[in-house]
């Protein structure tokens, strides 16, 4: 079966599965919910900040405080699109159909990926949108008409469906749902939280290296004086998905494809 075909399957047990039915309704849902209540919290809150916050504020990144729930919803989605037929025990017809294991993961991938960004993308203009309405007339605002604005919305598509990415890379890795989201999660909350036990000057070097701090590089229209800058975040992040797939599609080769130990 050629990458096309293995595609074409992909996609329709991509789209029928109840797993991602559901977890896209809970990303486009919280999403833009969640980030309409943080704006409005904003702005009520807004002449109470001090000067130097409200100086320093940025519009984008705040409108876009939405996605923190789509950066778990689309992880959760990457892993189950491929781990859930690890506990199905569906796997072993799907290699049937397509022998080549290195193509299967690249089908996956590729539905995956066009998939999730185009609902991304989709999600966080909606939700920039909905906050720069928000903060009219009380907060600053910017517009889409600004190349570095258009650019942090266009990257917090990207952020998010390079985190999609990564969690099916995880699938790959770890075959169980259970152990791929959970090891998602961490590097997610967890990982942040372990490197505020460090000394302060480790902490400047490590913590930009954070997937979630290299997000919020990426969807900030100003960046910040010890983080890198959105093309770098892209990059490091991009990296990241990379290694880890190329070590989940060599462990497929390699492993019975029917133990999802």
Known sequence: MSLVSASKAEWIKFRSVRSTVMGVAVMVVFTIGLGALIDTAVRGHYHEMDPIRRLTFDPVSASLYGTIVAQFAVGVIGALFITSEYSSGSIRATLAAVPGRTRLALSKLLVLTLSLFVLSEFVS???????????????????????????????????LTLLAMLGYSLGLVLRQSAASISVYVSLLLILPLIVLAFPQSWQDHITKFEPSQLGQAMMSATPSANGFSSWTALLIVTIYVAVVFGVGTTLLNRRDAGASQ
Request: no cysteine; net charge positive.
């Open 125 to 159: 203009f909606i939700t920039f949108q909905l906050g720069q309405t928000i903060f009219s007339g009380v907060v600053p605002t910017a517009s889409l008409s600004s190349g570095v604005v258009l650019r942090s919305v266009i990257f917090a598509g990207l952020f």
